[in-house]
């Protein structure tokens, strides 16, 4: 079975600050994808990020960046110098490959909520 | 154009009501889901639709009845609902292959639904 662990369920910083969310998986199969979603107060989960099984490399999106570590099963997420419209519920989910049809499922880690104050 | 909408935003009904949530994906996406979203639970999957065809039903109660008459949109139907129903649905939509790589998985802004 697959599962998602976000251990940290609520982070408070000061704007400026750098921040990291923790996300740890388990699955079975040898190929998969790692999401990180953003929830902020208005509901709509945001897609922010896809990566692969075979893809260790890491990625930089402005201040964003994740670090992939199939070694440990973990896929971290680091907001620099954080701002108040950062604050939101972030969620990492890992996607299940449905081999005999065309779609895939999610496993959702339970979010971290991000509070950044100014 | 946003590319999941649904319809409505926020809902209240009562124990007797019927009412529908619709989703429509502007996204040309062959797959669509509905999630439901409790208070400190992670988002749980409720049906996947998958060229029209549901092939997941993760067993909901049947006072949830999901329609989905073409791959643009997505209705899920509600009568008799229980107070513990009240969540934040979310519907998703992404454009999946077999045999091939996983899409992502995009997501309307949900219908918050309070059941008195």
């Known amino acids: 079975a697959q599962k998602v662990t976000q251990a940290q369920t609520e982070i408070s910083v000061v704007e400026k600050e750098d921040v990291t969310l923790d996300c740890v998986y388990e699955t079975r199969d040898t190929t998969y994808y790692l999401f990180w979603y953003k929830q902020p107060p208005s509901g709509e989960l945001v897609f922010l990020i896809r990566r692969n099984s075979f893809d260790e490399q890491n990625e930089i999106s402005g201040r964003y960046s994740w670090n992939f570590q199939k070694s440990t099963s973990s896929f971290n997420f680091t907001i620099t110098a954080s701002q108040v419209v950062d604050s939101a519920v972030y969620f990492c989910a890992l996607s299940e490959a449905k081999r005999h049809s065309g779609y895939s499922t999610l496993t959702f880690g339970k979010g971290t909520m991000l509070l950044v104050s100014p | 154009e946003t590319g999941v909408t649904q319809t409505p935003r926020h809902l209240v009904m009562g124990m007797t009501n019927k009412k529908s949530l619709k989703c429509e994906q502007h996204?040309?996406?062959?797959?669509m889901y509905w999630y439901k979203q409790s208070a400190k639970k992670p988002l749980e999957l409720m049906f996947v639709y998958s060229l029209e065809e549901r092939v997941e039903n993760n067993s909901v109660p049947s006072r949830f009845s999901p329609e989905c008459p073409n791959s643009s949109h997505l209705f899920l139907h509600l009568h008799t609902l229980q107070p513990e129903d009240s969540a934040l649905y979310l519907c998703?939509?992404?454009?999946?292959?077999?045999?091939?790589?996983?899409?992502?998985?995009?997501f309307g802004p949900g219908t918050r639904l309070t059941v008195l």
């Open positions: 998703a939509s992404s454009q999946d292959r077999p045999g091939q790589g996983l899409d992502t998985q995009y």
């Open positions: 996204l040309g996406h062959n797959a």
